[in-house]
């Protein structure tokens, strides 16, 4: 689960990190009266969405050279002319993708005096089991491309969950970053509260893009993004609570719904499988046959009736669909269950697009025999292979 800047800065700053003062707002008048609490000189303004690059994001229906979704102001009435313009508008950034994504809130916080930035990240590393960081020079900038241009300005090292944050790892942070004195000691803590609020809270990611370092030395943390890991929010009621579900696809939101694994695309064919790793080969061939996936849709392996009929539901919601290839290897799942589930679903909803079906596995003939029965035009397909070469030219043909 994702989280805006202002509530990431507010969970970091409960376990003592440094953070700018600002106030979030989602009206022009709170947008007005947070500057007027803070006082000035100098306002930033910040668009709050679910997406990065947005500074040098622009807006729709704004001219080439408006300002983007970061604004630094230096008056109240500036920042209310800003607020105007901002909230309720789409912001398009090269995250968003061409739809970009509306402005409901924004953060107004207090201008800061940089010296330097740098890049410094938090993050599971599944192959070491200990959670690494990531630390950089090159602060505000795109890491992914001071990793391509640039790597040996990027350092990394890992934390063992047995002794936490040490001297050392501090040391080790100072060292990256280039930073000596006082500032090593400010980097050092930094870097102890930031662990205890990533283990705290299951976080899955922490990125502070800029850390900066003020004119008067002191360390700030001036942006931050934090995910946070979805199978541990049971143990986080008030992080639940942080969740704003105007940033996500509502069939997004309707499959967590249904504990399925499910992210809108936008390509035309959907499909539903269980097994990720099944699933990435399923939107693999399809692509490889001339066509795109409409989503990842992982079942899951011990998926019931109304999980698939549930699931099926979600992909013919979405207009984009031309076409459906399920695509089922039954192994704890049972085939004749998921089938039953789809023949289901297309009773309830309808069916109007082609439908490709493949069934391998646990009780597969059963499957087979529920599907060939229910009177539903379905094409069978023998493989993987097979089906994705029907279902193609099947919404080619529709095409």
Not at 367 to 391: F, R, T, W, Y
Request: hydrophobic letters at 45%; glycine letters at 10%; proline letters at 3%.
């Amino acid at each position: 689960m994702n989280i805006h800047e202002h509530q990431a800065k507010a969970v970091l700053a409960e376990f003592g990190a440094a953070v700018p003062k600002g106030y979030p707002a989602f009206t022009v008048d709170e947008a007005v009266e947070a500057a007027k609490k803070l006082g000035g000189p100098v306002f930033v303004v910040k668009s709050q969405i679910h997406a990065g690059g947005r500074g040098k994001g622009r807006f729709e229906g704004l001219g080439p050279d408006a300002k983007g979704g970061v604004r630094v102001l230096k008056s109240v009435d500036d920042v209310k002319a800003s607020a105007q313009e901002m909230l309720g508008r789409v912001l398009v950034t090269e995250q968003t993708g061409p739809k970009g994504k509306q402005v409901n809130r924004l953060y107004v916080e207090e201008g800061a005096a940089i010296a330097k930035e740098f890049y410094l990240s938090l993050l599971v590393d599944r192959e070491t089991s200990r959670v690494s960081v990531v630390a950089s020079t090159e602060g505000g900038m795109s890491i992914e491309e001071v990793a391509h241009n640039t790597p040996e300005k990027i350092a990394t090292f890992s934390i063992d969950p047995v002794t936490g944050v040490r001297g050392f790892h501090g040391l080790k942070l100072s060292a990256a970053l280039g930073l000596s004195g006082d500032l090593a000691k400010q980097a050092g803590k930094l870097l102890g509260q930031l662990y205890a609020a990533f283990v705290a809270k299951d976080m899955s990611l922490l990125e502070i893009n800029p850390l900066i370092v003020t004119a008067d030395d002191q360390l700030r943390v001036l942006d931050a993004k934090v995910s946070f890991d979805d199978n541990a929010l049971f143990r986080h009621p008030d992080l639940k609570a942080l969740r704003d579900e105007t940033e996500e696809d509502p069939k997004e939101i309707e499959a967590s719904k249904y504990d399925l694994s499910y992210i809108a695309l936008d390509g035309e064919i959907g499909c539903m499988v269980n097994g990720a790793g099944l699933a990435m080969a399923t939107m693999d061939i399809i692509k490889l046959y001339g066509a795109e996936p409409a989503n990842f849709l992982d079942v899951g392996g011990g998926a019931d009736e109304a999980k698939v009929t549930a699931a099926f539901k979600i992909i013919i919601a979405d207009p984009n669909v031309k076409g459906i290839l399920v695509n089922i290897f039954g192994g704890i799942a049972r085939c004749d269950i998921l089938a039953q589930g789809v023949v289901n679903a297309v009773k309830q909803v309808g069916l109007k697009v082609p439908l490709v079906v493949r069934l391998e596995g646990t009780n597969a003939e059963l499957g087979k025999k529920i599907i060939n029965e229910s009177g539903l035009n379905v094409i069978a397909a023998n493989d993987l292979s097979d089906g994705a070469e029907k279902i193609v030219k099947a919404v080619r043909g529709a095409a």
